[in-house]
């Protein structure tokens, strides 16, 4: 999948919960892990199907964004600018506020982040 997918067990439901936070209310679960992920993929398969055959806008993943928020409380958000290459005040604002990466600036930090 080229989108993020969030897996978590919850107490209160007994289940582990999985989610693609870029696909908004896209939410499955499953018994074990390997059932959630297996059911996220086919949630989001329905999701982008819907979206699609509605003519909803579909949203671009953001593979950069996603791999950093994935990794954000192992990051030193210096460190990766400099190793990317990516001015720091430049990476901190789009993830602030949400902005894309281009494409050049997503190909460097996923490739420093894989190197880290």
């Known amino acids: 999948m080229k989108y993020l997918v969030k897996i978590h067990w919850s107490e209160e439901d007994q289940a582990y919960i999985a989610s693609v936070p870029a696909l908004p209310g896209c939410i499955s679960h499953g018994d ?9 993929e086919d949630a989001a398969d329905a999701w982008l199907a819907s979206a699609a055959k509605h003519n909803d806008p579909i949203p671009e993943p953001d593979l950069a964004a996603e791999e ?5 409380p192992l990051l030193n958000l210096s460190k990766l600018a400099r190793l ?12 602030r506020r949400g902005t894309r990466f281009t494409e050049d600036e997503s190909r460097r930090i996923l490739d420093a982040l894989h190197g880290v």
Do not use: D, W
């Open 32 to 40: 074990t892990y390997p059932e959630a992920a297996a059911m996220i």
């Open 68 to 72: 950093i928020s994935r990794l954000a």
């Open 84 to 95: 990317s290459g990516v001015n720091s005040h430049t990476l901190a604002s789009k993830l």
